[in-house]
């Protein structure tokens, strides 16, 4: 089923899930998109809400994290009564969360069918460590035969010597055999979302892991498999630009052609917020819209704070990758963000970049090169970002049209799970009336 139970209300939202291609999932009851443009387009819907998760999501995990995000939504009684008479009176949204793999081996099974996972996995794997891994790593960097050779260079070599500090010749020309069947690029601060990086390096990624206490580093891989993450975190990267511009792209256009009055809201967390930015820029960051969104939120965005501007300071000349998105696209606010706890955009990501302990945190005389929307907002557009507060869900924010709003949210999205912090803590009255404020504008 598409339709989803909002925990602890009466209310239901609608989940559309999509392969690793960005085909859309196929459930019992036909394609969900097909019901929810049916539903858009006769029902007189007011507001779409479309949501998307970011890494490491796969099935259970989306619903978990949109069933929690859809109550703080609902529960916001005072906003909705808001928008009833903004809206004159007539208030219908409708609320879509959308699911693209983006957790290897994950449950990937959707209504109706057996658990299955997100990426091919030969039976009685799991009973051997090194294929395993070398599975695991080509689902989600490269499955050629180079980079299966390289791989089992790299994994072998380090489950034989978890201790070692330093990288023999052998491994470091199978990374960069690894680095170049993965297509990934080192474009610097205004490449796309796979390649907003510096030349792959993985002994300086190792000694940043030695050195970082919150690293890519997970328990139960090892230090010296670090690289290979950094690597899948930037091809993951990728999977949610092509995501959002392609099929994320091509849902929103349907449902816009099929109501001309419909309102339109995008969120998206973490690597949601790339697949949000691509529904906005298209393909290559020049594509066209319907019409445009009326208001965005881009919660822990794990994207370049570089993303929007025209002009990159730290790279003179050079666009960030997503400018399309705020020329003329979003009619009202775009929202952003930031909690100094969020280890996963303000740790992790530099050090995937290449440029382990670089980055400060929020000081705007020294803004990094390579830093995350979540850590540090968007940047390079004036006075056309606003730095604010998060707010009580009884306070108004008297957002405008046409600005962006570098939310400083460390007092609510503030609860630490793991290696990533408070990443994932967004699912907040505070962060939901934030939202609620910015569709009320448009």
Known sequence: MSLEPIPGTKFTYELICFDSFGNERIDPDGRASDRVETIV????????????HG????????????GAWTTAMVGCERDIARMVEARGGTFDPIMIGLHWPSLPWGDEAVAGEAPSSSFAVEGGLEDDPVEATIAEYASTIADTPKARAALRTIVEWSMDNALVRNLPPEVVAAYASLNAESGLGSDGEAGDPSSD?????????????????????????????APLRTMSFWKMKDRAR??????????????????ATARFHLMGHSFGCIVVSSILAGRDGHGEMVRPVESVMLSEGAL??????????????????????????????????????DY?????????????????????????????????????????AVDSTILGVDQDYGFLPGLIYNIESSSVIKTLNGLSGAHCDIAHPEIAHAVWEAARVC
């Open 304 to 341: 370049s704070l570089w993303s929007y501007c025209d002009d990159i300071p730290t790279a003179p000349g050079k666009p960030g990758y997503f400018r399309a998105a705020v020329n003329g696209r979003v009619k009202g606010p775009i929202l952003t963000t930031q909690s100094e706890l």
């Open 55 to 66: 890494w490491m999501g796969d099935v259970p995990a989306a619903k978990a994290q949109y």
């Open 344 to 384: 996963a955009v303000g740790r992790l990501y530099p050090l995937a970049a290449g440029v382990a302990q670089q980055v400060t945190f929020n000081i705007p005389a020294a803004l990094p090169r390579y830093g995350a929307v979540g850590s540090f907002g968007i940047q390079g557009l004036g006075d056309r």
């Open 242 to 259: 092509h995501f959002g511009a392609t099929a994320g792209a091509e849902l929103i256009a349907r449902l816009q052609r099929a109501s």
């Open 197 to 225: 990086r510096e030349p792959f390096d993985p002994q300086a990624i190792l000694e940043g892991a030695h050195d970082d206490s919150v690293s890519f580093a997970i328990p139960g891989i090892g230090l010296l498999l």
């Open 41 to 52: 387009g006769s029902r007189g819907v007011t507001d779409v809400f479309v949501f998307s």
